[in-house]
């Protein structure tokens, strides 16, 4: 069933030729001057097409003047400039076919606003909502501008296992992966005998795919992972997912500088593809989510990124003339209220922070000469805090090995990827990029369930 598609048809504007077109209905009236005016949309892009049906259509009174939205047609007819408001072109149609209708008393889903939350329980049908297919046409440009970037610098890519034995992150809130009947779990005393089960020891999913970048980065220089990946924090908020995606580049013999300059090309490329090739999109999002996110892209894009160390951002948040909800004080970590207020309120501009106290941040970060901070780097956004998290990585076998103990972490666990230390160590790094905050940050949406297909969260896995 030969179609095109509604993004080339509105594009081209090509008066007077003919075409087929699919789609499901927005809206439908009639005029009483014998025909209907049908409002159809693809998802390929944000506008609408407007089909005029005659009723001298053969199928005029049994099945057009009966369509609602939500209904799916296919429409054949010629384009021809359209006098109405709000449209360039309209489709005079030949012949209407009704592929699937749509009960008007049980589909959810009318021509009035719904509430995100509302949009979230019939999340198989949201994608159809002007928001939510744009959020779907942002994410897809945005996953084709992040692979074109790093292809473009003859960066691998790589693909991580989702099952995996470690704990990359050392906070231990890993998801289980089993095949015992839970009912009936082996036992060896006291303790779950994992010898029975699938692997023949224990195995969770993926919270990072960098240990194993990290191997190839060994081998092959520069590669990158973009993947999902999965934790067990029991956090229901706007900002946590439990299933979310990851952009993880790996570089070897590379610094912390050299992390730095690649994590903020990288995100002025992003944002530069977005505003060239997404302008409808983006202009959605202006208009009816938040008026400056153009504005901000822009902003990201001309101005640079500030640079500042951990301890001289302590000191500014502890001068702050304002109370926040966790307390600033040198070693503890910082929390979104405070990098939010770093970036809007004192330097209004993305900000780097690098050189983190040791005990919060994980045992592969390579330490400084003082042994209390870690060559590490986060990079700030406004609106959402941390976007991307980097460092360089420990490459000194010994110093490692002790980083493994302090975490409370079995270094029998990481044999091969000490292993990486003996065996022709080199200077490394890299930074993973939550691919769900990225989005939140360019569309502005406030909750990150709204900007990934179906959210994981605790307590929710619908759909």
Not at 316 to 327: D, G, N, S, T, V
Request: glycine share 8%.
């Amino acid at each position: 069933m030969k179609r095109t598609r509604l993004a080339d048809i509105l594009s081209s504007k090509k008066v007077g030729d003919h075409f087929v077109v699919m789609g499901w209905v927005r809206t439908r009236r009639d005029s009483k001057g014998g025909f209907s005016f049908i409002e159809i949309n693809d998802g390929s892009c944000l506008k609408n097409l407007q089909i005029i049906a005659d009723k001298r259509l053969s199928n005029y009174g049994d099945e057009i003047v009966k369509i609602q939205t939500g209904c799916s047609i296919r429409a054949s007819g010629a384009l021809f400039h359209s006098p109405g408001k709000g449209q360039d072109v309209e489709l005079h149609a030949e012949e209407i076919q009704v592929l699937g209708w749509a009960d008007p008393d049980t589909y959810p889903l009318q021509k009035k606003r719904h509430s995100f939350e509302f949009l979230r329980s019939i999340a198989h049908l949201r994608p159809r909502t002007n928001t939510f297919g744009a959020v779907a046409r942002i994410r897809s440009a945005m996953s084709l501008a992040i692979h074109t970037f790093f292809q473009e610098r003859r960066f691998f890519y790589l693909h991580t296992p989702i099952i995996t034995g470690n704990d990359c992150e050392g906070a231990g809130e890993l998801f289980k992966v089993t095949t015992f009947d839970l009912g009936h779990v082996p036992r060896d005393g006291e303790d779950v005998d994992f010898k029975k089960d699938f692997f023949g020891r224990p195995a969770n999913l993926t919270v990072s795919g960098q240990l194993e970048a990290e191997v190839y980065a060994m081998a092959l220089g520069d590669v990158y992972t973009f993947g999902p990946t999965f934790r067990a924090e029991n956090s229901n908020t706007s900002r946590h997912l439990a299933e979310f995606w990851m952009v993880e580049p790996e570089m070897a013999f590379c610094d912390l500088e050299g992390d730095i300059e690649l994590a903020e090309s990288f995100l002025k490329y992003i944002f530069a593809h977005l505003l060239e090739n997404c302008h409808e999109d983006m202009a959605f999002f202006n208009r009816f989510i938040d008026s400056t996110v153009i504005e901000t892209l822009e902003g990201v894009l001309s101005k640079g990124f500030e640079r500042l160390t951990y301890t001289e951002a302590i000191e500014i948040l502890a001068k702050a003339e304002r109370k926040f909800q966790f307390p600033v004080a040198w070693g503890n970590d910082l929390q979104s209220e405070h990098e939010r207020y770093l970036c809007e309120e004192v330097f209004q501009r993305p900000i780097i922070l690098v050189d983190y106290p040791r005990q919060i941040k994980p045992f592969y970060m390579k330490l400084n000469g003082d042994q209390k901070t870690v060559r590490a780097m986060d990079l700030l956004v406004p609106r959402v805090g941390e976007i991307i998290g980097g460092s360089q990585r420990e490459d000194d076998y010994e110093t490692l090995l002790t980083r493994i103990r302090e975490a409370g972490l079995n270094p029998d666990d990481y044999w091969w990827y000490l292993e990486l230390r003996k065996f022709g160590t080199a200077p490394h790094a890299g930074f993973g990029l939550g691919f769900e905050r990225l989005i939140q940050f360019v569309t502005g949406l406030s909750n990150i369930r709204d900007v990934i297909p179906f959210p994981r969260t605790p307590g929710n896995v619908s759909f």
